[in-house]
């Protein structure tokens, strides 16, 4: 009885799938006045754009396809159909494919340069290149997700010089995106300019920093090369429950920064930053994130578990308050590490600390900022840090007891079987934190050849290949 429904539910997917590619159409498009066509698509119709300069165009898609079937927008032949001028895309409806196209040497007013604002869209095998307006301070970003559950894959952003992050996933109704396999190069710094991060991912989480809700957004196999932006974020996490997994950073100036929020996955990411300067690995604030086998190498630092600011009132009367929409206090500038899990982690001749529990940010800004709660019951289980030359491997914040923050009292963390070669540990509890001295004949390609580093060969266009 199983197997015969089985076999016809089989048989009705089958026949639907037959029924839609009958009729499903192929729309051509040679020029801007064939647009029109768009509107007469369904659900399982592709439009092919021929290979060409189109200038100044303003795609608007507001009518999509359905599940299984969507509408596909693609090129004639990858990169070849180049969008310039103003030309942009806006995604405003579900079930949406857009495949092989180029924007290169335009620039817009504002906005996004694509804009996915509905569900179940895909965006790949698509690039932007040196897509910026004459001058800086004309802000926009080139992907913003503005809807749900939409996919970028094999795509190149390359070059951008204004302000605005790169990529943007909005904080309201913008959930389970998920970027892969996508190339972030060659975005120069500009200091003292933030707001240039390379992805900034809002959501739940970012104001009220124990909602239950979040954005989880996925960001998998990715390459980010020399892309500094503002030299302080490359990837921005302002929300709960967000994936990032066994990205390659090479060469970028700033850090992996969870900036706020709440059970967000940090795993098998590499950091190879080759000494330059500002190239970091991961900072972080809020409460049970886990921070798991990633790989930072060359660094100026290794992972920071920064100290949270106490909002609650002032300790004197200096403190700034964050004052967000003009009435009162809502949100901490840092909140506190909490049940934060950091386990089997590698660190490799970083030039900073490879584990920093709290000193980074504690009393900075005293008393105008009340940066005082240092991490607590946090875990450090099996992190490895190697240091040729020696140095200090671990500090951590000295509690300063004086009033008025003699009132504050902070739960221990726990360290197991933390293994420092040729590295100090000079936090004061020394449980967990093990010194050994370097190992003779050892070398960085030892770890290397066993791990996930992901090239240009593996990311970006499939027809830049």
């Not at 960001?219 to 503002?230: I, Q, S, T």
């Not at 009292?409 to 449980?431: A, W």
Request: charge should be neutral; glycine fraction near 8%.
């Amino acid at each position: 009885m199983s197997l015969k429904y089985t076999r016809t539910v089989f048989f009705i997917y089958f026949f639907c799938s037959y029924v839609s590619s009958i009729y499903s159409k192929e729309y051509y498009i040679s020029d801007s006045s064939q647009l029109l066509k768009i509107q007469s698509a369904i659900a399982g119709d592709i439009l092919i754009f021929k290979s060409g300069i189109w200038d100044n165009v303003h795609l608007k898609i507001n009518k999509g396809g359905e599940k299984n079937f969507p509408i596909i927008f693609k090129a004639q032949s990858g990169g070849e159909v180049v969008f310039t001028g103003s030309s942009f895309i806006e995604i405003n409806a579900p079930n949406i494919i857009i495949d092989g196209f180029s924007f290169k040497n335009g620039s817009i007013d504002r906005g996004a340069v694509i804009s996915m604002n509905s569900e179940f869209g895909v965006l790949k095998n698509t690039e932007i290149v040196d897509y910026n307006p004459k001058q800086f301070d004309q802000k926009y970003v080139w992907l913003q997700f503005n809807g749900s559950n939409n996919k970028v894959m094999n795509s190149l952003f390359e070059g951008k010089t204004n302000n605005g992050p790169v990529v943007l996933n909005s904080e309201i109704g913008s959930k389970n995106n998920f970027i892969t396999r996508s190339y972030f190069k060659n975005i120069p710094l500009k200091e003292h300019s933030n707001g240039r991060e390379i992805i900034k991912i809002l959501g739940p989480g970012h104001v009220y920093e124990n909602s239950s809700d979040g954005a989880f957004f996925s960001l998998k196999e990715n390459l980010f090369e020399n892309a500094d932006g503002e030299g302080v974020e490359i990837i921005s996490i302002k929300s709960n429950r967000n994936l990032i997994q066994e990205n390659t950073f090479l060469s970028s100036s700033g850090s992996l920064n969870v900036r706020r929020g709440t059970d967000n996955i940090i795993s098998k990411n590499t950091f190879l930053c080759n000494a330059k300067s500002g190239a970091q690995g991961i900072r972080m604030s809020g409460q049970r994130n886990l921070i798991e086998k990633n790989y930072i190498s060359n660094c100026e630092y290794g992972i920071a578990v920064s100290s949270g600011e106490f909002w609650d009132h002032p300790l004197t009367n200096l403190y700034d308050v964050n004052d967000r929409n003009g009435s009162k206090p809502n949100k901490s500038r840092y909140p506190q590490n909490k049940f934060d899990v950091i386990r089997e982690n590698i660190f490799v001749f970083n030039s900073g600390p490879d584990l920093d529990i709290g000193e980074r940010e504690y009393k900075k800004h005293w008393p105008i900022h009340q940066n005082v709660l240092i991490p607590e019951s946090c875990e450090f289980i099996k992190n490895i840090s190697y240091r040729s030359r020696g140095g200090v491997a671990v500090v951590g914040a000295q509690v300063d007891n004086r009033p008025p923050l003699d009132q504050f009292h902070f739960e221990p963390n726990t360290f197991i079987d933390n293994f420092l070669y040729g590295g100090k540990n000079i936090f004061p509890s020394t449980n967990g934190l093990i010194e050994i001295d370097f190992p003779i004949n050892w070398s960085e390609s030892q770890i290397e050849k066993n791990m996930q580093i992901i090239s240009s060969d593996d990311v970006g266009p499939n027809w830049k290949k």
